[in-house]
């Protein structure tokens, strides 16, 4: 089992951009598969990004595709999502998850999940 804390979140204005860290505890992440997902006030969770093991593969939702960037260091079982341009319709809760297998882009498919780290993004 795994447990993960994202931290790195803040408020930003538009145009900016903010680093969230996803750290990992009781086992190494080297073993999954990691995504980033956020959620906005009185909406669905939304899939943001994804990672696969070793980092060599990612793909985006819509949304953030170009502006956003995924990476990963097994070594110090760290995630990181790299936020650029945001907007203030970034503006959300991020959370970071892991699952054994790549390319799931729906949150039920991840098995462990951060509490999340607020983003505010001002106009």
């Known amino acids: 089992q795994v447990q993960l804390v994202e931290s790195g979140g803040g408020l930003v204005q538009a145009g900016g951009s903010l680093r969230l860290s996803c750290t990992a505890a009781?086992?190494?992440?080297?073993?999954?598969?990691m995504g980033w997902f956020r959620q906005a006030p009185g909406k669905e969770r939304e899939f943001v990004g994804a990672?696969?093991?070793?980092?060599?593969?990612?793909y985006y939702g819509d949304s953030v595709k170009g502006r956003f960037t995924i990476s990963r260091d097994n070594a110090k079982n760290t995630l990181y999502l790299q936020m650029n341009s945001l907007k203030p319709e970034d503006t959300a809760v991020y959370y970071c998850?892991?699952?054994?297998?790549?390319?799931?882009?729906?949150?039920?498919?991840?098995?462990?999940w951060g509490q999340g780290t607020q983003v505010t993004v001002s106009s």
């Open positions: 009781g086992r190494t992440i080297s073993t999954y598969a």
């Open positions: 990672i696969s093991w070793t980092g060599g593969r990612t």
């Open positions: 998850a892991a699952d054994e297998h790549y390319g799931a882009a729906w949150p039920n498919e991840y098995d462990y």
